[in-house]
């Protein structure tokens, strides 16, 4: 990488962020960590500390239904996501919500929904849809509503295909 990373990571203040799978897997990762009999705390860091987790349009794919205390959690839910249907991601929240997991005082947990954003639009690599027509009176072609309009500031999903076509080009 041409740089130096010893001594210059604050292991006192780690935030775990994950997209789709990556969402699902930092939830993984945190409970691992904190699983004694994983012995994954050996091998890190012993000033290691977890600050917060963020995820977007996470899936929920684990089998053992992990929740996530002792540090603040956040998902964002794009509300026109034909990836992750029914929202699953949603559900780390729900479980660590009403499951009587008692946790301290400034763990907050959030969850945001946010209207005319699609699954994809939220990763490096921009499509045209999301394929979120579940009824397929559109062959799959209809685009997320006002998802343009959404992304304005950092360019439209045109815009940006565009630009990385003629990138590559």
Known sequence: LGFEFRNRIDFTRVSLFGHSRGGDGIVAAYNLFNDTSTGW????PTNLQFTAIAAIAPTD?????????????????????GDVVRL?????????????NADSIGNFKA???????????????WHPQDSYD?????????SCPDQNKLFRAIGTVAETSSSASASAA
């Open 111 to 125: 969850t945001f929904a946010t209207w005319g954003a699609d699954h994809d639009g939220y990763n490096t690599e």
């Open 134 to 142: 579940f009824a397929h009176q559109n062959n799959g072609t209809l």
């Open 41 to 44: 705390k050996g091998r890190l």
């Open 61 to 81: 794919a684990q089998n053992t239904k992990p929740t996530v205390t002792g540090v603040p959690y956040g998902v964002l839910l794009p509300m026109c996501d």
């Open 88 to 100: 699953a991601g949603v559900r780390f929240y729900d479980r660590t919500l009403s499951g009587g």
